[in-house]
């Protein structure tokens, strides 16, 4: 898929995984001959939206392994802010009670920032229900690439999906489990 804009180019590349939940997403931009300093939007939530308004406690977090250490992050209270998470990010995503979403680059990127993003939605009875989303970016110059997983917290197509993204010596401690 490309994009053009005057002098600006947009090129997006998605490969879905027949026996997975796996997208692998590459993307390059630039203006003229210069690369250009953006981020690329991983999401900002995940799951079928009847299970939040069924489920007012549903939390959606941002969930990622920094240098080997799995850590949850909620968005700020300021929807406003957008907060920077620095370090070796391995990888990031949305993570919910039954759904994940998970982006792998090829190497760790430096951070991922997150903002919170307040909705309203009315539920079956007519009711109205607040909740946030969480939107996750991570800054890119010029270009970027994912595996991605986006489906069930099931046992069996997270280790499909760790098997095929992970050489065989890698622990994913903290790996979103159901």
Not at 22 to 38: D, E, K, P
Not at 124 to 143: K, Y
Request: charged residues 25%; contains cysteine; neutral net charge.
């Amino acid at each position: 898929m490309r994009l053009r804009r005057g002098d600006v180019t947009i090129e997006k590349q998605y490969r879905f995984d027949d026996k997975n939940y796996i997208v692998a997403f590459s993307a390059t931009f630039q203006r003229g001959n210069q690369t250009l300093h953006g981020r690329v939007l991983l999401g900002q939530d995940i799951g079928p939206e009847q299970e939040h308004l069924v489920n007012r406690s549903a939390l959606l977090q941002a969930i990622a392994d920094i240098g080997g250490s799995v850590s949850r992050y909620s968005g700020p209270k300021d929807e406003n802010e957008i907060k920077a998470i620095p370090g070796d990010v391995l990888w990031v995503g949305l993570d919910m009670q039954y759904f994940a979403e998970i982006a792998i680059p090829p190497q760790p990127v430096h951070a991922f920032e997150i903002q919170r993003r307040p909705v309203k939605a009315t539920d079956m009875a007519g009711q109205e229900v607040a909740r946030d989303l969480i939107r996750v970016t991570v800054p890119a110059d010029g270009a970027a690439d994912f595996r991605i997983y986006l489906g069930p917290k099931l046992s069996t197509y997270l280790e499909r999906c760790r098997a095929r993204t992970f050489p065989a010596s890698s622990t994913m401690a903290g790996w979103p489990s159901s």
